[in-house]
């Protein structure tokens, strides 16, 4: 069903309608619509689950956690200082493998405190075991929540999924979506049914210490699954596409990137903002495409091999740093290049770091200087006379 | 990490790697035998989490859970939920326990949220006064003078300086159905106040004092004794709350703080300082008086 909506509220309709039992979360900027929406759903008697209000997002994370182990499907949202208060329960969660599924409305992380875009906090939980998706605007949002609960919940993985929606851009973004109906997502994702649970009629214990002769085996699994999960998105996302009648989910995208000899890779909103200028650009005869990650981890480095290795150069263009070093999806691209043996030529970008305002311009910018090698990360928009102060 | 358990066995299975002598493995056993096979517990990080889940062995025959340090009370909270969720709430206990610094310290805001919120929870505190899992540290719940590995003593201090954080009033404060503080030297007692408990609906609270061989410095075959000392000292009192109000105290004959202090290497030092043990006897008049303990 076609309808005009806001980011966070069609967020909250598709939860609802993947039917989780335990719901739990704590306010943040630019979250609370998310939640704010599915405590409604559920005071008009419209979803049947338990929303627990909690202390804290550490409690919240806690919360799923013992819904999940429990047998239940899970719903949590957060952002920012919040994922960063999870962090503890977030690898906790990947090491039960227990498959919580988890909307980070993307904000900036303090200090200086800022409740606007980018994607520093979930970065921060790249190495956790989670499966992290980014959506590129509203309809993708809905359509990774719904393939995140059946790829978090095949057997074959049993991971949990972080779903990275740019906060603002497009949580309090209107747009219109395809909304599906609820018997498709009932088509789609059968009843939640764990590999163990906390049942008292088959009591298990879960969470164990692992010593050394066995802690590094828990790793391995997590990591092995992993690489097994992108064959999973693919078939997922795949039969997902065929039932809704679009092409959607996925590992990665690429826009036209056959023939380029320049590629902007990038994850989230702005990613439709560089499509844009793809076509402005092609217009002109140049060629340039852009490469959408979806799926970052687990990362798909086949994927993003084939769809980089023709051309001449590459800028990843991130809206999250690595203080100290090169910015993060850039040090995993460069990496798997030199690895396997194409050698366009890479550069970072860092752009968009707390919600600063990103145009065609600097978009453009980035295009045209990506053929001249630099050192370091490049910062894009910086205001020098701020640098002097 | 899951390990299946034998559910035709004794709940607590012996085969755990607790030290000889603990408090807190004897009290452990009590609540699980008590609250029966259809219970979940969720279990804070600790030595009971330790000793009893060394993978890939178990010693618990009812679902249990271990999570994290802190968030025992919201894993159960989770637990709860679903239960609710799955219309099994009637039929199961849902049980969070941990030691002292896990409710206490870095678990309050986890304790008071799952309090606050109203869930149908017992929580058990294992209260034996330190850090023991990681060498004896003070915690929020260690006594008065106490000698810890964080709180020594020395030339400018005479061990824990500050007495005891109010746990059991702090738990009653959220007005839940039923609060109290049990001792493992009192097993009918803590047998008695684990159903009770388990009686009432919502969320309830349980305090209960588990001597530590190691960290007081005690022989292990006076778990025990001690235990019965503090409380018969009045520096532990036994007593129950109900919504709120007190409803029963354990009266006692007082015996003087001296008797429980000398058995343990902890109050070593407050033997010889005077000024110390007058400290540690306010402590347990002010008890006494406060709550009528003595017979």
Known sequence: MKKFVEGSHAIAEVIAKCRPGVISAYPITPQTHIVEGLAKLIADGELEAEFINVESEHSAASVVLGGSAAGVRTYTATSSQGLLLMAEVIFNIAGMRLPVVLTCANRAVSAPINIWNDHQDSMTVRDSGWIHFYAENIQEAIDLHIIAYKVAEDKRISLPVLVGIDGYVLTHAFEVVDMPEQELIDKFLPKFEPIVHLDPDNPVSMGLLGAPDVYIETRYAIEKTMQDALSVIEDVSEEYSNLVGRKTGGLVEGYRIEDAEKIIVAIGSIVGSIKDVVDELREKGEKVGVLKIVTYRPFPKEAVYEALKNAKYVAVAEKAVSLGADSPIFSEIAALMYKKGARPLINSFTIGLGGRDISPAQIKQIFADMDKDEPNTRYIGLNEKLLEA | ?295
């Open chain 2, 1 to 295: 990490m899951a390990v299946v358990a034998d559910p035709k066995q004794n709940l607590f299975a012996s085969g755990h790697t607790a030290c000889a002598g603990c408090g807190q493995a004897i009290a452990a056993k009590i609540v699980a035998t008590v609250s029966g096979k259809k219970t979940v517990i969720a279990n804070a990080t600790g030595c009971l989490e330790v000793f009893t889940t060394k993978a890939p062995q178990t010693a618990w025959r009812v679902a249990w859970v271990h999570s994290l340090f802190e968030n025992a009370a919201a894993v159960a909270s989770g637990v709860e939920a679903a239960m609710r969720y799955l219309g099994k709430i009637d039929e199961v206990n849902v049980i969070a326990q941990g030691g002292d610094g896990g409710t206490a310290d870095i678990g309050m805001g986890s304790l008071s949220g799952m309090l606050e919120r109203g869930h149908d929870i017992l929580y058990v505190c294992y209260d034996n006064e330190a850090y023991m899992n990681t060498g004896i540290q003070r915690s929020g719940l260690t006594p008065l003078d106490s000698n810890t590995t964080t709180s020594p003593v020395g030339k400018r201090s005479r061990g824990n300086p500050r007495p005891k954080k109010p746990l059991l009033e702090i738990a009653v404060a959220h007005n839940i159905s039923y609060a109290a503080s049990a001792s493992v030297a009192f097993l009918p007692d803590l047998k008695k106040k684990v159903e009770k408990a388990l009686s009432y609906k919502g969320p309830k609270f349980l305090q209960v004092h588990v001597p530590c061989p190691l960290g007081w410095r005690h022989d292990s075959s006076l778990t025990i004794e001690i235990a019965k000392l503090a409380v018969e000292t009045g520096l532990y009192p036994l007593v129950e709350y109900e919504y709120g109000k007190l409803i029963s105290v354990r009266k006692i004959k007082v015996k003087p703080v001296e008797e429980y202090l000398k058995l343990q290497g902890r109050f070593r030092h407050v033997l010889k300082d005077e000024e110390a043990l007058n400290q540690v006897r306010e402590v347990a008049k002010a008890n006494i008086e406060r709550y009528g303990l003595a017979l």
